[in-house]
């Protein structure tokens, strides 16, 4: 996969992008990380992206010239491009694993008060983290990426399987122990301890079902 990613801060993914399973599925040569300065596609004397809005008003506003030729540049067919914007569909775990699929996957990072409208006629999604606002795309591009990256086959191993996570099965993940098995008084549930593995299944089934009801009753629905 190839994550091509339109900033202005391009040195805000240094340690995301080089950390970690981030870092590995590059390593890999599984996923390779595209970072382009689209200011470097501005047309100003002052390398300018953003200008007054029409109309008036506070804020200013992404130019579409420098986003439209830095896309001319990239010359990726059938890419997902994804604007970061918090007026998008909510992203989520299904979203993470329809795009974990993907060649080519472009994300448009907004700053300032927002686009122009024209920069919408590019792209195939928007999307949001979250109702809250950030200053920037970056963040939300980033988030992006983890979640998708470790969703492809070979990039985290059998052992850190993603399969039982929350929001895979439907429901939340049950707890885990580790050593040592009692700590400042608290034990591990003998269960976890007996060997029987079907037991064990249906004690996780049963917290994961308990933990969703009582945080997330929404998803039982
Ligand atoms: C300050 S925000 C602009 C918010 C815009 N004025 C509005 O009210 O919709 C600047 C940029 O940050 C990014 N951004 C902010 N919040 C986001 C969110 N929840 N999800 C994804 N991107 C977000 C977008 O790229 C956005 O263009």
């Given at each position: 996969m190839n994550i091509h990613y339109l900033t202005?801060?391009?040195?805000m993914y240094d340690g995301v992008l080089n950390s970690s399973i981030l870092k590995r599925a590059k390593d890999k040569g599984i996923v390779d990380y595209n970072l382009i300065n689209f200011r470097d596609y501005s047309n100003s004397k002052h390398n300018k992206v953003d200008d007054y809005p029409y109309g008036g008003g506070a804020g200013m506003v992404l130019k579409?010239?420098?986003v439209f030729e830095a896309m001319d540049d990239l010359e990726?067919?059938?890419?997902?491009?994804?604007?970061?914007?918090p007026q998008g569909a909510p992203f989520n775990q299904k979203m993470a694993e329809d795009l974990s699929t993907e060649e080519d996957i472009v994300f448009i990072c907004g700053h300032y008060e927002g686009y122009d409208e024209r920069i919408r006629t590019l792209v195939t999604d928007e999307v949001s983290i979250g109702d809250y606002v950030l200053t920037g795309g970056e963040l939300a591009s980033m988030t992006m990426t983890d979640a998708i990256v470790r969703l492809i086959p070979d990039v985290i191993s059998k052992q850190e399987s993603h399969e039982q996570d929350s929001f895979s099965t439907g429901l939340l993940e049950h707890p885990h122990y580790t050593r040592p098995r009692e700590y400042r008084g608290m034990k591990v549930p003998e269960v976890l301890l007996s060997g029987d593995h079907k037991k064990i299944e249906e004690w996780r089934r049963d917290e994961s079902l308990k933990r969703t009801r009582e945080r997330r009753p929404d998803l039982l629905e």
């Open positions: 202005l801060f391009p040195e579409p010239e420098p990726v067919d059938n890419a997902r491009v994804i604007l970061l914007c």
